[in-house]
Structure formats: C-alpha cells, structure tokens
C-alpha cells in the first residue's frame, strides 16, 4: 500500500455532490463515539466499579491518550505517503475503523474483575484503542483539504460532519449509560455498554469508507523528506499555532465537563439513573438545531469572530451552574442546552478553520502536506481530551473522594461534592473562555488567503491550490 510520495494534483473548487457530504460526515459517529463515552463513562468505571483510587485512575485515563501526541503524527506522516487503488486516506477509514471498534469493546471486557490488575489492563487495552484511532482519525480529518479547494465548501463539510458528531454524541452519550444500566450495570452492564458502542464505531467506518468512494481521491502531493521537517514547517505556520494551542485547551475543558457528568447527576442532581441521559439530551439536542444557524454566523461574522462567541456561549453559562445545588432541574438542564449550542459552534468553526490553515499552508509552500497539519491536530485534541479526565480526577483526588468495587457511588463527603461541582463548572468554564486568548495571532483571513493562492508557484512538483473567491465570507477578521 505504502510507496514514495509522489504525484500532483489540485482539489476540484466545484461543490462536492450531497451523498459525498453524507458520507464522509458518518465517519463522525466513529470519532463521536471513542471522543464521548470513555470521557463520559472511562473514569466512573474505574472509580465506581473497578475500586480504582481516583488519583490512580486520573493517570490511568490520561497517559494511554497522551501516547497519542506521539502517534498521530506518525499516523499522518504514513498517511501522507500512502498510494493505492482507494486513495491515500480511505485504507485507513476501513481498516483502522475496525481495528477501532474490537479494540474499544476490549476496554471493558473486564477479565481481571476489580482491582489492580484491572486497573492495569484497562489502561494497556486504552492504549493499544487510542493507537488504532490514531490512524483512524488523522486520515479522516485531513480529507477535506484534499477533497475541496473552495472555502465555503470546507464549511459546508463541517458543517454535515458536525451535525452527524452531535448525533453521535447524543446516541453514544446518552445511549451507552441506559445500555450498561439495563444490562444490570457493574462488571456486566459495562461490557454489553463496550460492544455497542463498538457496532456504532464499526458502522461509521464502514459508511464513510462506502460514502466516500465517488469522491476525488485527492492526490497527496510532494512533501517534506522527514517527519521532523514537515513538524517544523507546521511549527513556521503561524495561524496553525494559534488555533491548534486554542482547541487543545478548550478540548481539556469539554472534556472535564463529559468526565464529570455521572459524579454531577449523582451527587448535584440525585439522580444516577436518568440524570446522565438527560444531561446528554440537553447538551446535544440544542446543537442539531442550531447548526444551520451558526453557518449563517459564520457566513456574516467571519469564522474567526464566530468561533470566539461560541468559546463564550460555550463558558459562560457553565460558570452558572455553579448555583446548580440551589437551581431547579429545570433551569439547570437549560443552561447545559445552552453549553451544547456553544459546543455546535465551537466544533465547526474550529474544523473549518483548520482546512484554511492547511490550504495557506499548502500555497506559501507549495507542498500538501494534510496528514502532518491533521497529525499534529488530532494529537492535541486527543490529549485535551484525555487531560479533561485526567483533571477532573485529580480534582476528585485533592477534593477527598471516596471509590468503590460495588458498581454504585458510595457517599461522600461536603469537600467531594463541592469538587464533582466546581469540576464541572467552574473549571471548564475558565479553561475555555480564556483559551480564545490565544486566538490573538490569527490573522488568516479570506482576503489573505486570496492574495496567496493565485501568486504562489508549486515548489518542486508540489502543487498550488486554487479557490473560489465569489462564495467566501464577507468579513473575517482578527481579534484587536
């Protein structure tokens, strides 16, 4: 499959046919899945079933992604140089999807029962799952840019895929804890919950390798020789370096809140049975219904600008909810809706953004280098999101903590339930608000961009990038 980079080649600028949409959006409900339910369910499975200290499994769930920093772009870099008969990314849909979906149904295989060597194995199984969607991922996020050179049509792709990643995170999110509930919960209730978020993985692999066959292969054009000099081109691309620093920190933050939803509705809201589902429900329901609508923010304001609202729609109503134990549940579940309208936002803004920056990326250097730029990216959001557990428990540790083996949370005390509460709100809260700080050094606008891309030749067989200027955004413009 693998051979020396080669080739040329440039994205269509035409719009891509709605079944290709569809298609490669289904890859979300893969990537929607492994990205929700182990920040959602991992830790209370060690705390509350396994009897894993908190501290303890804090680590347990943070290190194994941490890998990833190191993997993916590795993956990229594979990726960037595979030839074959489907194109140099959608091998990787199949085969890493798959490879995806029985790694994951491991994890809670549970065959060590409770104790330290569950603990242990849960954490090598966590690994060898974020490996696989290493390459699962990093060819999935970097087709865009290779599919589409027009910049609308970037948008108009995140905006399928994140309307299918809502869709997977509420069928995972809210699903998988009725899934593990019904089946008797504790040891058992978590391994059915495991195999059937492994068919919901398996399917949308599957779908966006299937959907995705009419669509341009995109040519991966000629790239750097190794992989430490495409790291050090990314590292020169300016507006990739903001906009990669500001997702981590704000991935860190959605996923303390996903980690610590079962210790919110268990000792804020009382309520551990429907408490998650409803929590899911409200934080996703609300961003199916806004994401037309925040592509016409997009649309009027720019991404740029709309990408800091939604980092605020996103924070604000979280420092709220701080007043959860004296709000009622009604007005409660409205302020999560709220986070969930910001969260749409965020995500599409975020994605389409980082299209721009490969194309930029592509045009100053005349090499198309995706699979580093979406290396480097899913690496970071990995490890945001595999830092929000790990935060989160550490708060849970500091707080005073109580784990237990029998499946349920045992009681705790007022410093513990004080930190389930501050770890869900007050901290994310923070995290993502003052992460769109460091939004400040993108300056990568649709009028740059139209400068550069006619001008700039192709180096050494790469290729230039066109686009089309008639659909680009009115206004796009930088912080002050």
């Known amino acids: ?56 499994a804090a680590l347990l769930v943070l290190l194994p992604k941490a890998w990833d920093v190191l993997v993916n772009p590795v993956a990229g870099r594979i990726s960037d140089r595979t030839r074959s008969r489907w194109g140099a990314r959608r091998p990787y849909l199949l085969f890493g999807g798959l490879a995806l979906a029985v790694l994951f149904g491991s994890i809670f295989a549970a065959p060590f029962g409770a104790g330290p060597a569950a603990g ?42 994140i309307a299918v990643l809502a869709l997977a995170i509420l069928v995972a999110g809210a699903v998988a804890p009725l899934v593990r509930d019904a089946a008797g919960g504790g040891v058992p209730g978590h391994r059915w919950m495991g195999v059937f978020v492994a068919a919901l993985i398996a399917v949308g692999a599957v779908g966006a390798f299937l959907g995705t066959r009419s669509a341009p292969h995109g040519t991966v054009g000629e790239n750097e020789p190794s992989l430490r000099a495409q790291l050090a081109v990314a590292g020169r691309n300016r507006p990739f370096r903001a906009l990669l620093l500001c997702f981590v920190v704000q991935s860190a933050g959605v996923a303390t809140i996903l980690a610590g939803v079962q210790y919110f509705a268990d000792h804020v809201l009382g309520d551990s049975l429907t408490g998650p589902t409803v929590l899911f429900v409200c934080f996703v329901g609300p961003a199916l219904v ?22 605020l729609i996103l924070s604000l109503p979280g420092l709220a909810l701080v007043a959860a134990p004296v709000l009622p549940a009604a007005m409660v579940y409205l302020l999560v809706g709220l986070i969930g309208v910001g969260y749409a936002g965020q995500q599409v803004f975020a994605l389409a953004m980082l299209a721009d920056c490969i194309a930029y990326d592509t045009a100053r250097t005349g090499r198309r280098q995706a699979g580093v730029f979406t290396g480097l990216w899913t690496a970071g959001e990995t490890f945001g999101l595999a830092l929000g557990p790990g935060i989160y428990g550490l708060v849970l540790a500091v ?82």
């Open 1 to 56: 499959m693998n051979a020396p980079p080669g080739g040329s080649g440039s994205p269509p600028s035409t719009g891509l046919p709605r079944g290709v949409h569809a298609g490669y959006a289904l890859g979300s409900l893969a990537t929607g899945a492994f990205g929700t339910v182990p920040g959602l369910l991992l830790l209370p499975y060690l705390t509350d079933t396994l009897g894993v200290a908190a501290g303890v």
């Open 120 to 161: 242990t194995y849960v954490a090598v199984a966590f690994l060898a799952t974020a490996t696989a969607f290493a390459f699962f991922q990093v060819p999935y996020v970097a087709m865009p840019a290779e599919l589409t050179s027009d910049y609308a049509e970037r948008t108009r792709m995140m905006t399928w895929r």
């Open 290 to 311: 806004v994401m037309p609508l925040w592509s016409r923010v997009g649309a009027r304001l720019g991404k740029l600008a709309a990408l800091v609202a939604a980092s």
């Open 399 to 480: 707080s005073g903590y109580v784990s237990s083996s029998s499946g349920t949370a045992a009681p705790q005390s007022d410093s513990a339930r004080l930190g389930v509460l501050l770890g869900f709100t007050v901290l994310p809260a923070l995290l993502i608000s003052l992460a769109a700080l460091l939004l400040r050094p993108y300056d990568l606008t649709p009028t740059r961009l139209a400068a550069l891309i006619p001008t700039t030749p192709p180096a050494d067989g790469g290729v230039a990038v066109e686009a089309e200027i008639g659909q680009l955004p009115a206004k796009d413009t930088a912080i002050p």
